[in-house]
């Protein structure tokens, strides 16, 4: 028989409300969640929220095991990218932006990075589990947040597009995940896999498809790097160090 469900500091019961950000615990007021956080975060984890701004990709396969992250680039950009028209008065958050850019078929030449971007608390509030508020709203801000941090990612230098055109592109298709870290946390993440193209129609169907077949999550060696740079991220925000 299931055990009734607790306030995670006090183990009072009745209306409680769990952690939005892993659901695996629950508190009956904020005061307690406050008490639990810096003991918590270091357990929480988010669950997945996906916007993909570009297409609907294919579902995701699982990868070859020959796969590997052999010789990982890291592009650190250690210093915050705020967004337009913040005023000093504005409340603001942090998003930790990482991930991958190029062509992920190539592990040898995979280029990570990372970022931080500031901008309204009140944006980042819509990608609260909990907010069943305006999708359209929600995917502007994803929109925002790719736009913002596009320059900084790879500079725009020209890479060989996905596709068979042979050609070399500057353009990104986005596969962008928004972990929500709690009204608590110090920091949110998010985790691009910006994928090199032409802009040719017949290599369309290649960017999609490898959006589903090598996003992080599926492929180990890469899921553990970009984590690293989450980790890492999250570090120098809670310590000021950015």
Not at 30 to 56: D, E, G, V
């Given at each position: ?5 607790t306030c995670?500091?006090?183990?009072t019961?009745g209306?409680?409300k769990k952690?939005?950000?892993?659901s695996?615990?629950a508190y009956?007021s904020?005061t307690?969640q406050k008490?639990?956080?810096p003991t ?7 669950p ?10 294919p579902?995701a396969?699982p990868?070859?095991?020959e ?10 950009l ?5 967004f ?9 958050s942090t998003?930790?932006?990482?991930g ?7 592990p ?10 500031t901008?309204p608390t009140?944006?980042?509030l ?5 907010n069943?508020g305006d999708?359209?709203?929600r995917?502007?801000?994803?929109s925002?947040i790719?736009g913002a ?8 230098k020209?890479r060989?597009?996905v596709g ?5 592109g ?14 608590e ?7 691009d896999v910006?994928?090199i ?7 369309e ?6 959006q589903?077949?090598y ?9 553990k ?7 890492e ?6 310590n000021?160090?950015i």
């Amino acid at each position: 028989m299931a055990q009734p469900l607790t306030c995670n500091v006090c183990s009072t019961s009745g209306k409680l409300k769990k952690c939005s950000r892993c659901s695996t615990v629950a508190y009956c007021s904020r005061t307690c969640q406050k008490l639990a956080w810096p003991t918590h975060k270091q357990t929480c984890t988010s669950p997945i929220y996906i916007y993909n701004i570009t297409a609907t990709a294919p579902p995701a396969r699982p990868p070859p095991p020959e796969s590997r992250l052999l010789t990982p680039t890291r592009t650190l950009l250690p210093t915050r990218i705020p967004f337009p028209n913040i005023t000093p008065t504005t409340p603001t958050s942090t998003l930790t932006y990482v991930g991958l850019v190029g062509d992920p078929r190539t592990p040898t030449t995979h280029e990570l990075f990372r970022c931080f971007l500031t901008l309204p608390t009140a944006s980042i509030l819509l990608f609260n589990p909990d907010n069943f508020g305006d999708l359209a709203a929600r995917g502007a801000i994803s929109s925002s947040i790719v736009g913002a941090a596009a320059d900084a990612i790879g500079a725009k230098k020209e890479r060989p597009c996905v596709g068979t055109c042979g050609q070399m592109g500057k353009k990104y298709r986005h596969l962008l995940e928004v972990y929500w870290g709690g009204e608590e946390a110090a920091t949110h993440d998010v985790v691009d896999v910006a994928i090199i193209w032409c802009e040719r129609k017949e290599c369309e169907e290649a960017v999609m498809r490898l959006q589903g077949e090598y996003g992080w999550r599926n492929w180990k060696e890469l899921g553990k790097a970009i984590q690293v740079l989450v980790d890492e991220g999250r570090e120098m925000v809670e310590n000021g160090r950015i």
